[in-house]
């Protein structure tokens, strides 16, 4: 017969184990928290880009990614953000600005086709295209005052798409500039 007693003692750190792997720290609570908020600014910063199927904004455990199409931010084939881009990103610079800790990721993607002869001698391929244009977002967000020391630019070419290159609607979707915010400790 089991000693009650005993069953007691074994039960209870195996209980406080259960309810330990079931919950969140309180950093990652807040900092889940904090994400949440930052997202309903942007929401609402780019509502109209957002329901114009330009902008999307995603929530991922512990990142919020904005993602904005090209055509928004740089003329056809250009490398240099429009006056609509500056607009564009005018309108998340204030919440970009109260950033401390939050990483500011900007990835920059292109289609598969080939770059245009007007282009090529700038750049060699899609690869370096997406880089300036990534950089060129976070050039254009630091002089607006976002903390540089937050931010960095990266280029993927073709290589992630996110929909069909057969089509013209699906390049012009895998033509974009992503955004993401990466709380700290991620």
Not at 48 to 66: F, M, P, S
Not at 167 to 178: L, V
Request: with cysteine; proline share 6%; net charge neutral.
């Amino acid at each position: 017969m089991l000693n009650p007693l005993r069953s007691k003692l074994v039960a209870a750190p195996l209980f406080a184990l259960l309810l330990l792997v079931g919950c969140v720290s309180q950093s990652q609570y807040n900092q889940e928290a904090q994400l949440a908020a930052l997202y309903q600014q942007l929401d609402q910063s780019l509502q109209a880009e957002v329901n114009a199927d330009q902008a999307e904004i995603t929530q991922l455990q512990g990142e919020l990614k904005v993602t904005l199409l090209n055509d928004i931010l740089f003329p056809e084939g250009g490398w240099q953000l429009n006056q609509r881009g500056e607009q564009t990103l005018n309108k998340i610079v204030p919440t970009l600005k109260t950033l401390t800790q939050t990483r500011i990721v900007v990835d920059g993607y292109t289609d598969n086709l080939p770059i245009g002869p007007e282009l090529k001698a700038r750049f060699p391929s899609n690869w370096q295209l997406s880089a300036a244009r990534a950089t060129g977002v976070v050039q254009y967000l630091q002089s607006q005052g976002v903390n540089p020391n937050l931010m960095s630019a990266q280029g993927y070419g073709d290589t992630h798409p996110i929909a069909s290159n057969d089509t013209p609607q699906g390049r012009a979707k895998n033509r974009r500039i992503e955004l993401t915010l990466v709380g700290p400790g991620n």
